[in-house]
């Protein structure tokens, strides 16, 4: 089978499938037994770092479940330290940027290395494991951090509930903002188009924190750069995802911005969401928690979207963010193969 | 001015008023250098077990800026402890809970007392507190958290990104779920009626987290209890608010549910929100963040909430949630003078 007739790379043209694609947000993660084993010796750095390690977890949920796309293990923040920010993952605790920006002058700073020597390991990670991948017919998505989503944890130094610091900046700032807006759409974009041209089959854009902003602030101190990506990413012919979180209040301003699917969350209804997004494919949208819930709730609550999808070409099942720790495997793979069975069923050759 | 002619009761009721009414949650609190000073020889629980502490602090911003409703100074929390939970305020983390509900049976050891006798200094401070305002024309709002956050943070045991254990519980034991709603319910409900009896003008749910749910899950597992403590409610003729964050992706299953009046955070437009929420007065919805902004975008942002009003009675303005830490007081005299001056201009008697 080639890439091309996958039905996830149908679903993402929109074009009628044999069965609804399904795969899931950090499908390659602590819940799953091989990746905690893998890291009792490397830390995630290390992982991302050594190429053949980030094939490996790559890997290990496709060999595990029937999953109809794979992403290539990496994070959204590495891309960071090429600009000049130091980055750690502390245990417990997430993410830390020692020196984060905090007034223009730290913004003109930031240095905007070309992808082939910011992100190195990835690409190469890219090239090897879309080899394994292809004769298996399962295309390998590449992505990145939004530059939204980078710039909070460039300017707030780690995760936060409302990234405070980083909207006050963006008030404060505006001049100072959209420079820092515009050197991480260049690293992004570069970023993107270096991991197709590596291999990646599709593109996944992360904008995890969109959701901390009013539409009208998205329209102005966000949309541009978003737009700006996309177009730049077009080029490639591959398409493009463009996934937030917390946005249901504003989906079709974010789906303005660009991207050929727009993933969403669990907090807006997959029809109503499919209703703002308007001609796009859409990819979503069951809460990660339901993972870890009885069969029953689990399946009714999958059947729901299937059923809030109809049918229509271009529904990328997923959940609304990444699967959580502690999530039994098992339930995964009882996820995916009922995604599949019963779209397969209600499909209308 | 009698009361009920005060510019927010007519708008709770969405008949024309004068001006826009504005205040602001958590008006009073750490941003003020007069709550920071009484916090240096009190804690939280001990302001609020002490009516007289906690009418003072009250009315500190009511002295402080022109706001047109003071509400009582407590926490949804205190509730918690007459059902035979533990609670302290760990200094940065926020409430803990010592012995959360974790099982069926956890839940059918919760006692249910009258509200007289779980939360009689706060009925206290509200009579003081009303008996001090009325004269002046200032209504008073009394609150309860709604029952879904309250089971939130009996269950999770504190704060959390997502609640996972909640929802978790949620969707493992729906039955005792149903029995902690149940019992959450009437204990909220009996501690609004009687803050209402004590004096209150108008009472307010908070629903701060509601936005971890989709839709579905919200009319399944909160809808029904929120309805609950709505109609019990309405036989005060007390106006109520419903007011959730993170809803922007379902607010007429939020409406659906009850309340007079729905507040809203910033995440969706007013306009649009309004839409969703039909024929219900409005309170909000400006982004708490905007107060260390610059006046140029302060100002900016508030004239674009109060356009999207339109000056259509029935609109509270307030923040989409509590002022923040580090607030800078001028900026909320600002944004309250601006408020009230610029919706005079704009309204046709």
Redesign the interface.
């Known amino acids: 089978m080639s890439l091309e007739s996958s039905p996830f790379l149908l679903a993402c043209r929109r074009q009628p499938a044999p069965h609804t694609p399904v795969w899931l947000m950090r499908q390659a993660g602590r819940y799953m037994p091989e990746y905690r084993e893998l890291r009792t010796r490397h830390s995630i750095l290390e992982i991302i770092g050594a190429p053949e390690l980030a094939v490996e977890v790559t890997l290990q949920p496709v060999n595990a479940f029937p999953v109809d796309a794979a992403i290539i293990f990496s994070d959204i923040l590495p891309l960071l330290r090429g600009m000049g920010l130091s980055l750690e993952f502390v245990a417990g605790d997430g993410p830390r940027i020692g020196n984060p920006v905090r007034s223009p002058a730290d913004v003109d700073r930031l240095a905007v290395p070309p992808a082939e020597e910011n992100v190195a390991s990835t690409l190469e990670a890219v090239r090897l494991a879309s080899a394994e991948l292809t004769p298996r017919g399962v295309p390998l998505i590449g992505f990145a951090g939004a530059p939204f989503t980078l710039a909070c944890y460039a300017i707030e130094g780690g995760g936060s ?2 990234f ?1 610091t980083a ?2 900046f963006m ?2 700032h505006p001049a100072a903002w959209g420079r820092l807006m515009r050197k991480l759409s260049t690293l992004v974009a570069d970023s993107l188009m270096a991991q197709a041209r590596a291999g990646a089959s599709a593109l996944q854009l992360f904008d995890s924190w969109a ?7 998205y329209e102005r101190y966000v949309g541009p750069y978003m737009t700006s990506v996309c177009e730049t990413v077009a080029a490639t012919g591959v398409p493009l995802i463009s996934f937030s979180t ?5 989906l079709g301003t974010v789906a303005a911005a660009g991207g050929d699917v727009i993933g969403v969350d ?4 997959l029809d ?2 499919w209703q703002q997004v308007g001609d796009r494919a859409i990819m979503g949208n069951l ?1 990660p ?2 993972l ?3 069969w029953r ?1 689990l399946r009714a ?1 999958a059947d ?1 979207v299937l059923d809030r999808a109809a049918g229509r070409p271009g529904h990328i099942f997923n959940l609304g963010h990444g699967v ?1 720790q502690h999530t039994p495997p098992e339930n995964v793979r009882r996820l995916v193969e009922h995604v599949r069975t019963r779209s397969a069923r209600a499909v209308v050759a």
């Open positions: 509930r409302q405070e909207k006050a008030y404060e959701g901390v902003l009013s539409a009208a602030d917390g946005t249901g209040g504003y669990w907090r807006v209804p109503v969401a809460d928690v339901l870890k819930a009885p709730e609550q729901d959580l």
